[in-house]
């Protein structure tokens, strides 16, 4: 069963290192964007609606560089019918700015109402057949495919299937990108006790469009929280450097949610991404830029499942 997702409009790729905008930003980049940073990632849900002088900010970036959106609230794994209305305006949106890429947490935040936080979808085999129809869906009306990432969790009740074999299930199902966020594939081995090497051996090259990489806050030696709050910690830097050799040379986004310091600090930290990807030109088993495989949902190259 095939979606019905079609290419987005011809949009040109996003590469190399990108850095998520936050209004307080805005400023110091519509002055200059420093080099190492060569796209832009926002919440859609924080600036599709904004008028006036941000509004006016925002459209000058996004006619003067690539962006790429990342939702927060579409809760693809929620009970409740999904927001079909809310999809339009994010396609309104995506097409209004030219954004390159959606992507989405494989989680859910809503049931009878909006729940502030990303909770895990259990994995189930039933789960995997209801979140993957809802994300066609969602592909299918704004014609283009969307990504969906690997979430951190803390509690997996009912769980039928390893974390991985979901999030394989959900990807070949929904013939849906992935958004492989390394600091959540670390956070969560260290919570649950598995080898982040062997989870990152094993998510299907073809479906990484673009990484995540962040900081988080150590609770305990058995517990991190993904805060989005902290300098990315060597053990992350050193799973990158791991993906790259892997994957190649990724599009890769740092988040940085709070504590955010001032911009020079942020951009050493997109350099460094620059820096190992450099180091990685060619991965073992490459994968494109995001738009080059994102556009052809119908071309999308099978799977190919890497033990
Ligand atoms: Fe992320």
Same mark, same amino acid.
């Given at each position: 069963?095939?979606?019905?997702?079609?290419?987005? &409009?011809? !949009? $040109?790729?996003?590469?190399?290192?990108?850095? =998520?905008?936050?209004?307080?930003?805005?400023?110091? #980049?519509? *002055? %200059?964007v420093?080099?190492?940073?060569?796209?832009? &990632?926002? !919440? $859609?849900?924080?600036?599709?609606?904004?008028? =006036?002088?941000?509004?006016?900010?925002f459209?000058? #970036?996004? *006619? %003067?560089?690539?962006?790429v959106?990342?939702?927060?609230?579409?809760?693809?794994?929620?009970?409740?019918?999904?927001?079909?209305?809310?999809?339009?305006?994010?396609?309104?949106?995506?097409?209004?700015?030219?954004?390159?890429?959606?992507?989405?947490?494989?989680?859910y935040?809503?049931?009878?109402?909006?729940?502030?936080?990303?909770?895990?979808?259990?994995?189930?085999?039933?789960?995997?057949?209801?979140?993957?129809?809802?994300i066609?869906?969602?592909?299918d009306?704004?014609?283009?495919?969307?990504?969906?990432?690997?979430?951190?969790?803390?509690?997996?009740?009912?769980?039928?299937?390893?974390?991985?074999?979901?999030?394989?299930?959900v990807?070949?199902?929904?013939?849906?990108?992935?958004?492989?966020?390394?600091?959540?594939?670390?956070?969560?081995?260290?919570?649950?006790?598995?080898d982040?090497?062997?989870?990152?051996?094993g998510?299907?090259?073809?479906?990484?469009?673009?990484?995540?990489?962040?900081?988080?806050?150590?609770?305990?030696?058995?517990?991190?929280?993904?805060?989005?709050?902290?300098?990315?910690?060597?053990?992350?830097?050193?799973?990158?450097d791991?993906?790259?050799?892997?994957?190649?040379?990724?599009?890769?986004?740092?988040?940085?949610?709070?504590?955010?310091?001032?911009?020079?600090?942020?951009?050493?930290?997109?350099?460094?991404?620059?820096?190992?990807?450099?180091?990685?030109?060619?991965?073992?088993?490459?994968?494109?830029?995001?738009?080059?495989?994102?556009?052809?949902?119908?071309?999308a190259?099978?799977?190919?499942?890497r033990?």
């Amino acid at each position: 069963m095939k979606s019905k997702a079609v290419a987005a &409009e011809a !949009a $040109p790729t996003v590469s190399g290192a990108g850095l =998520g905008l936050r209004r307080e930003l805005v400023a110091p #980049l519509l *002055e %200059r964007v420093p080099e190492p940073i060569g796209f832009f &990632e926002v !919440a $859609p849900e924080n600036w599709m609606e904004l008028g =006036g002088k941000f509004g006016k900010q925002f459209r000058t #970036l996004t *006619e %003067r560089h690539p962006f790429v959106t990342h939702g927060l609230s579409l809760s693809l794994g929620s009970p409740a019918p999904l927001d079909t209305a809310f999809v339009k305006r994010v396609k309104k949106f995506l097409d209004a700015h030219r954004i390159r890429y959606y992507s989405e947490h494989l989680s859910y935040c809503s049931d009878d109402g909006h729940l502030y936080d990303l909770m895990p979808i259990p994995f189930t085999e039933g789960a995997v057949k209801h979140v993957a129809a809802r994300i066609r869906r969602v592909q299918d009306i704004l014609e283009r495919e969307i990504a969906v990432e690997n979430v951190s969790y803390y509690a997996a009740p009912g769980a039928e299937m390893t974390e991985l074999e979901f999030l394989n299930a959900v990807l070949e199902r929904a013939n849906c990108g992935l958004l492989l966020d390394v600091n959540n594939v670390y956070v969560n081995s260290v919570n649950h006790r598995y080898d982040p090497r062997t989870f990152l051996d094993g998510v299907p090259a073809q479906r990484v469009r673009y990484l995540h990489v962040a900081g988080h806050y150590v609770e305990a030696e058995d517990l991190r929280v993904d805060t989005h709050g902290a300098d990315v910690c060597d053990p992350v830097w050193e799973l990158l450097d791991y993906t790259y050799a892997k994957l190649g040379p990724v599009p890769t986004l740092l988040e940085r949610d709070f504590n955010i310091p001032p911009l020079p600090i942020l951009v050493r930290e997109v350099e460094h991404v620059r820096e190992l990807q450099g180091k990685n030109p060619v991965g073992a088993a490459s994968a494109a830029t995001v738009a080059a495989e994102a556009a052809p949902t119908r071309a999308a190259p099978a799977i190919r499942r890497r033990a």
